[in-house]
């Protein structure tokens, strides 16, 4: 069974810094695909970026990136510039190659302050 | 398009009451999950359909939840007799193609209170 595990529940940062995220997952499958989702106060869940484990490139939508590292098991998020905006719940999730389990992590609450 | 569309937004009910929520897919998407979001226990995956067929219902919570899908366009999810440990909020989602590859995508969920 998959795990993912987000180690910090909650965290601030300043305006126009830049923040990450971190999450840990366990498998034993070698292809997969990782998710952050975000959730903000609205509760709607809005995907931010995703990642496919056989692609070695770090994926970028604007201002969010993340560091994949598959050996380490690691899928962390990368927040540039952060914006009042922001500020929401961030989730990571695992989806198996077989696509019959998408897992969550226990999701970290980001605060953006002015 | 519209996106996820679930109904209503928010319900309030007494314990016991018979609970239904709705959920329109993205036009074209070929499954549909239904996810539930406490505070305890987080996001959870409740059951997902393809091609209007229930795939897996394991994470069904017991005999009181049930969920159908008649028809591409429409989804629900229902609680009878409902329970105050029910409340929580609830997400459909809905994903296009071969769903194994694609995000789902989330509708903005409904809030169910219980009391």
């Known amino acids: 069974a998959q795990t993912v595990t987000q180690s910090q529940p909650e965290m601030s940062v300043q305006e126009a810094e830049t923040v990450t995220l971190s999450c840990t997952y366990d498998t034993s499958e070698s292809n997969y695909y990782l998710f952050w989702y975000k959730q903000p106060p609205s509760r709607q869940m809005i995907l931010v970026i995703r990642q496919e484990a056989y692609k070695q490139q770090n994926a970028t939508e604007n201002r969010f990136s993340v560091n994949f590292q598959k050996a380490a098991k690691s899928f962390s998020l990368k927040i540039s510039d952060s914006q009042l905006g922001d500020t929401a719940m961030y989730f990571c999730?695992?989806?198996?190659?077989?696509?019959?389990?998408?897992?969550f992590g226990g999701g970290t609450r980001l605060m953006v302050k002015p | 398009d519209a996106g996820v569309i679930q109904s209503p937004r928010h319900e309030v009910t007494e314990m016991g009451q018979e609970v239904t929520l709705r959920c329109k897919p993205i036009?074209?998407?070929?499954?549909l999950f239904w996810y539930r979001q406490t505070m305890m226990r987080g996001l959870e995956l409740l059951i997902y359909f393809n091609n209007n067929v229930p795939i897996d219902d394991s994470g069904m919570p017991e005999d009181r939840f049930s969920a159908k899908m008649p028809n591409a366009s429409f989804s629900t999810l229902k609680i009878q007799p409902s329970e105050p440990r029910d409340s929580a909020v609830y997400f459909c989602?809905?994903?296009?193609?071969?769903?194994?590859?694609?995000?789902?995508?989330f509708g903005p969920g409904t809030r169910l209170t219980v009391l």
């Open positions: 989602a809905s994903s296009f193609g071969d769903w194994r590859r694609d995000t789902q995508y």
């Open positions: 036009s074209g998407h070929n499954s």
């Open positions: 999730a695992f989806m198996n190659e077989a696509g019959n389990m998408l897992t």
